[in-house]
């Protein structure tokens, strides 16, 4: 059975930092791309960020400079080290298995001060 599961997500101050975690079981991690997305409240799905089986990566303009994606295949963990945060980052923030059905439960990322 295929399992995402995400953590870190929290309570930070505008210009404070997160660092998420995903850890992948059920499927050879590192042969699938991966994505960070993002729901905020009455809004749509959004992708924040994609990382490719090779490493390289895309991100939404919104975040470029600021949010930095990143695998361990070793660990079947895939990370996004988001900094400099803003209100408008508030959101659910979800780990995707590209090409895949499989989506992990959302972790809750609210900047407020």
């Known amino acids: 059975q295929v399992q995402l599961v995400e953590s870190g997500g929290g309570l930070v101050q505008p210009g404070g930092s997160l660092r998420l975690s995903c850890v992948v079981s059920g499927r050879i991690f590192s042969i699938y791309g991966m994505g960070w997305y993002r729901q905020a409240l009455g809004k749509q799905r959004e992708l924040v960020a994609v990382i490719r089986s090779g490493g390289s990566t895309d991100y939404a303009d919104s975040v470029k400079g600021r949010f930095t994606m990143s695998r361990d295949n070793a660990k079947n963990t895939l990370y996004l080290q988001m900094n400099n945060l803003k209100p408008e980052d508030t959101a659910v923030y979800y780990c995707?298995?590209?090409?895949?059905?499989?989506w992990g439960q959302g972790t809750q990322v609210t900047v407020s001060s």
């Open positions: 995707h298995q590209v090409g895949s059905q499989y």
